[in-house]
Every structure is written in C-alpha cells, then in structure tokens.
C-alpha cells in the first residue's frame, strides 16, 4: 500500500494554523480519506504530559531543555502514531513539526542549526513531510489573535523581539536557497494568513489540491 500523505502547518503564534486544519479535516474526511489531525508538542500520553510542562508560565526551562523536551514529543508521536498511520495510506495533517524547533529553539533561543537539526533527526528518523503549509501573518496580528483566545502561554510571553525572530526565520525557510540546503524538511509553501478564515481556507486547499492531487 502506498505511504499516506504527511502535511504540516506551520507558522508563528496566532496566525491560524489550528483553525485551518479542522477545515482541512472536514474537507478530506468528507472526500472519503482517513485523516489524523494531530499536534505537536503533544498527541500522546506522554506528549501532552510534555506539553503542559512546556507551555506552563510557572516551567523554569534552560533553551536546551526546552529544544530536547519538544523533540521528545516529536519522537513519540512520529513513532506511535505518525509512521503506522501514514503507513496504512491515512492523510496526517500535523499542527507543527520540526520547522517549529528550527524557528523557536534555533532562531528564537540562538541555539546552533546543526544542534537543533541532529537532535531532529534523532526524533523523526529521517520522516520527510510531503508538504509545509507555512502560514503568514505579521507579528502583531498573529499575537492579537492569539491573545483573543485566551491568556499568553509560557511561549508566547516572550518578549516581542523573540517573536520578530521566529517569524523572520520562518520567512527565511520559505527561500529556495534554503530549502535546498535542508532536504529533510521537504517542500515549504507560503500561504497567506491574512483575512477571513474562508479565504485563507481557499487558499489552502488550492496549494494541497496543486501539490499533492487531493480534493
Ligand atoms: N513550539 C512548538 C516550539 O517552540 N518548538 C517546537 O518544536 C514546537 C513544535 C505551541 C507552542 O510551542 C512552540 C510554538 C508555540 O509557542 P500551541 O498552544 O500548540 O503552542 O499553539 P500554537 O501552535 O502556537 O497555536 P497558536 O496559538 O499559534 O494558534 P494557531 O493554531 O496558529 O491559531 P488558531 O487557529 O488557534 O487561531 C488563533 C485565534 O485566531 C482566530 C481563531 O478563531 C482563534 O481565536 N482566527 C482568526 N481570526 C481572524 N481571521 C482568521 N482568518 C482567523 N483564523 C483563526
């Protein structure tokens, strides 16, 4: 049986990623396709354990705990679930992947690239998503968004500086040149986040639709 389709959101904080992959769901699983919506850090027992670590305001976390916390989600989730899904032919569509601790942990924090990128390779065994919806939106916006739906987690109150850099790396990694340079990532595609969520929902299913035949 031929491997299912692995396709990430990616983005920096607020800009929508969550919402659009409820859409995206709906929108396959109504085309006949199983499809597993799932996020990261987080997904598992273990992950979510994890997570409520990660994003709790009271953590006292260093960078590298932090980077190695998220990885370790990451490689219990691409085990557990991740691999035998796609391998049974279901669509995964994953709320963040490791573009996030390349733009968090390595732009955000300034942990070195090659640190962040080997200790990723550990948790996804070399896994290649088939496509990165990378979602823009200026910072501001994507803050107020966020902040709309509740109170900040321990990432997102970082000081604004730390988000400016996050989402100048994630703009960085939509760059052909970089993209060439880092083949474990896969293909990077920009999606405008901007506008009604219909709109970007449009924009979306256009990219999926192009790149991977699915409707
Ligand atoms: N992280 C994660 C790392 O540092 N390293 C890593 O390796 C990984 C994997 C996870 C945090 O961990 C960090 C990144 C994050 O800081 P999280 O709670 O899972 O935290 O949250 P995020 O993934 O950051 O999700 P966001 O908070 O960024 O939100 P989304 O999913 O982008 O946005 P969403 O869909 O929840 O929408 C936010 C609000 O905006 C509204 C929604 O209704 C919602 O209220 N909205 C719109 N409003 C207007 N117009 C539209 N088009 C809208 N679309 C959505």
Redesign the pocket.
Known sequence: MARGPLIVFE??????????LRRVASWLESGGRVVHAL???GGTPLGDEIRRL??DPASDITPRAEALL?VASRAQLVETLVRPALAAGHVVLL????L??YA??GA?RGLPEAEVRQANAVATGGLVPDITLL?TLPVRE?LA??E??GAR?R??RNADEFHHRVSAAFAAFAAPAWQAAHPECGPIVTVD?S???AE?FARITNVISARLGLS
């Open positions: 983005g920096a904080e607020g800009v929508g990623k969550s919402t659009q996020r990261e850090p990660l994003l998220f709320d963040r992947f490791f996030s601790t968090y942990q955000g979602m994507g968004r966020a709309r739906r987690d990432m997102e986040a506008g009604p969520e970007v």
